[in-house]
């Protein structure tokens, strides 16, 4: 196993990080689809780390094995190990609902919910009780607000609605109802393929903001963006991963072929 | 390239054959409009005929002939022994005032049976209007005054112009002689039309003149309600377990093509299973809108699951996931997100589903609700009957009179659907949210 040794290797490079998530021999299954074939990968604390690869290669898959929301499809199963903070997510004693809290999530497309700015934020804090009062409720609100840098064009209308922002703003306001219930870690699930370069390019600012005191993962199609914005890459392929490493690296002297021939658009 | 494109041109799109099948597609679309136009021009047409033929036949239900005959309130009659007491008005012969007041205006009338008839053309139910106005005012007692009193069914019948006078005597229920009557009242100006309140206030009557929808509308009323207190929730709640919580497998499948199957149960068969349940096990009592409500609210379960699950199901799927990655639990984002967003959905479902239970007669003989009522009910318990059953007991009844009052029982069904629709599709405008 050529990559976990160069794996090793590098977790030491990246000694100060730390090790947050560590999946071993991960294997998902949607009822007779073997979607992921024992997929091993660590996280970095305090990173971001991107996966990509061409469509249907089981990224967004992995990510979604992470906070569990592949426990909502039926017929999903998983085996393997996943260790967040050296416990198994999957194991007896972790509460899905509060590993979701701890793992925090923003999606493909935005999608606040159809309640005021304040309420889309506040929804959070208050099914997990993290405000003991109004005043509370609203400094968790505006300090979310303001790390994703929504701040300044939403103070006028807390209370207008979500929907009626544009898709970036809407994107960011999503980060914000994501920072608001205190996540460790945040997964990104092709977070700016709905926007245009200008919101795009706001979004990628505030994940390199972010990634000071959260761990970012991020699914993209974008192989620039993953260029931009991450630490350390892998790359998906057919349900697999073929190639992890820093981000620079990988793109600048992958080991594996089909690695070489994505990152250069020979397919994907 | 210019050259090609327009070789192109000159081969292909102007070449006979496309001009041809061009003119064909045309052709078939304009059929096909002319068809959907057609269509819809029919409905229309057979919707006005349904309408005129209802109202026309139904708006007289809403006046009534009256007429007015100076009546004296003789204190021998009302108050013979003078002392004014309550029960003694109460239970006075008022019908003598009418009949007095009656030989008074045709002297010339003797015999009992010529009398009898005289009688009739006042409604037998004159008196309980008499004996209300001196119950009301005992200072009437030893004045003559002048009243308006409702006329015979008959008499009504004639006026409203239902009964041809020309036709030959034996084939007429109002005869020569009281045409001779009813001539010299309307030649005094006694004979008048006015609103008919008590069409609206009164409970069912075997008079005509006297029967009213309002013992049907409050029946009606309280069925509604325990129809709409069971099938909602159950409804609802149902939906949305099935919807969000229940794990797909042939035991869920199963229901589900059970819960769209019970939605093409003819109605009647609900009544016979309320017959079974609701009275020959647990003894609820009988002809009631309590056991009424619970049948009804058997049929529009499914409906309102059907309707509930597809409003659910119309909620995207974003939505949920948003929540729960959030860490909501599932039970929160279903009733913080899912279900206030398919409200509007829900709620269109249930009106729909309560207007057909309001309109629904089938299930209700089966409980006895097809009883003649003459009260108004009080409460859940009591006897009732509803609205349809109504129509459907006046339909049945034999005088000319009932006709009227079914069409105009009718317009009243028609208005109060009407305006349960109109409320749902108001709720729909004003709860629709885009995403």
């Not at chain 2, 229309?44 to 002939?65: E, R």
């Not at chain 2, 318990?381 to 009932?402: G, H, K, N, Y």
């Not at chain 2, 305006?419 to 629709?432: G, Q, S």
């Amino acid at each position: 196993m050529p990559i976990q040794a160069e794996e090793n290797v590098e977790n030491r490079s990246n000694a100060e990080h730390g090790v947050i998530i560590s999946t071993r021999d991960v294997n998902v299954y949607y009822g007779d689809n073997h979607a992921l074939h024992g997929v091993s990968l660590d996280i970095n604390k305090h990173q971001v780390t991107s996966l990509i690869g061409p469509s249907g290669c089981g990224k967004s898959t992995y990510l979604r094995c992470l906070n569990r929301m592949n426990d909502t499809v039926d017929s999903c199963r998983v085996t393997g190990e996943i260790l967040l903070d050296g416990v198994d997510i999957y194991g007896p004693s972790v509460d899905e609902v509060l590993l979701r809290a701890r793992v925090g999530m923003v999606f493909q497309k935005p999608n606040p919910f159809p309640k005021s700015i304040y309420d889309n934020v506040a929804y959070g804090p208050r099914i997990h009780g993290l405000a003991d009062n109004k005043d509370d409720l609203d400094e968790i609100v505006l300090t979310s607000l303001e790390k994703a840098g929504l701040i300044k064009e939403v103070q006028d209308r807390l209370h207008s609605s979500g929907t009626g922002l544009s898709g970036g703003q809407q994107q960011r306001l999503c980060i914000a109802r994501a920072l608001a219930v205190r996540p460790d870690i945040i997964l990104m699930d092709e977070p700016c393929s709905a926007l245009d370069p200008i919101a795009t390019a706001k979004v990628e600012e505030l994940i390199d903001e972010l990634k000071e005191n959260y761990t970012i993962i991020i699914v993209t199609h974008s192989m620039q963006q993953a260029a931009r914005i991450s630490q350390r890459t892998a790359f998906f392929h057919l349900g697999e991963i073929v190639e992890t490493g820093d981000t620079e690296k990988l793109f600048t002297s992958p080991t594996d072929k089909r690695t070489q021939g994505y990152i250069t658009g020979r397919f994907g | 390239m210019t050259d090609q494109a327009q070789k192109a041109v000159g081969n292909g799109w102007q070449s006979e054959k496309y001009i041809k099948n061009l003119a064909k597609r045309k052709r078939s679309e304009r059929r096909f409009r002319l068809t959907g136009l057609l269509a819809i021009l029919t409905a229309l047409t057979l919707l006005a005929i349904l309408l005129f033929s209802i109202v026309s036949k139904g708006y007289s239900a809403f006046v009534q002939t009256t007429i007015t005959l100076d009546i004296t309130f003789t204190e021998s009659v009302i108050d013979p022994n003078g002392k004014m007491d309550p029960a003694e008005l109460r239970t006075a012969n008022y019908a003598k005032l009418v009949q007095d007041a009656l030989r008074e205006k045709f002297p010339d009338v003797k015999g009992r049976r010529d009398l009898r008839k005289l009688f009739s053309l006042v409604s037998n139910d004159a008196d309980s209007a008499l004996r209300e106005m001196v119950e009301n005012d005992p200072d009437l007692i030893g004045k003559t005054v002048s009243v308006d009193l409702i006329a015979g069914d008959d008499v009504d019948m004639l006026n409203k112009g239902y009964i041809d006078r020309d036709a030959v005597e034996d084939d007429r229920r109002v005869k020569d002689q009281e045409l001779v009557w009813l001539d010299k009242l309307e030649a005094d100006g006694d004979i008048k039309m006015r609103f008919n309140s008590g069409f609206f206030t009164n409970g069912d009557s075997r008079e005509p003149e006297k029967a009213g929808i309002a013992g049907a509308m409050v029946g009606s009323f309280y069925t509604i309600i325990v129809t709409m207190l069971i099938s909602f929730p159950i409804g609802v709640m149902t939906a949305i377990y099935l919807e969000e919580f229940a794990t797909k497998n042939k035991l869920t499948d199963l229901i589900e093509v059970n819960i769209n199957n019970l939605a093409a149960v003819p109605s009647i068969v609900f009544g016979l299973l309320g017959l079974a349940i609701f009275l020959n096990f647990a003894h609820l009592p009988r002809s009631a809108p309590v056991v009424g409500g619970l049948t009804l609210a058997l049929m529009t379960l499914p409906t309102i699951i059907i309707a509930a699950r597809a409003a659910i199901r119309a909620v995207p799927d974003s939505i949920r996931q948003a929540a729960l990655g959030l860490g909501a639990s599932k039970q929160q984002a279903a009733f913080h997100h899912i279900l206030p967003l398919s409200m509007p959905g829900i709620l269109t479902g249930t009106i729909i589903g309560l207007s057909q239970a309001l309109g629904e007669t089938a299930p209700l003989l089966m409980i006895g609700m097809v009883a003649f009522i003459a009260d108004i009910p009080g409460g859940f318990t009591d006897p009732a009957t509803v609205m349809p059953v109504q129509i459907f007991l006046w339909a049945d009844s034999p005088e000319r009179a009932f006709v009227e009052k079914t069409s105009g029982a009718i317009m009243v069904l028609l208005g109060f659907l009407i305006i349960l629709n109109a409320f749902a599709v108001v709720l729909r405008k004003k709860f629709e949210r885009r995403w």
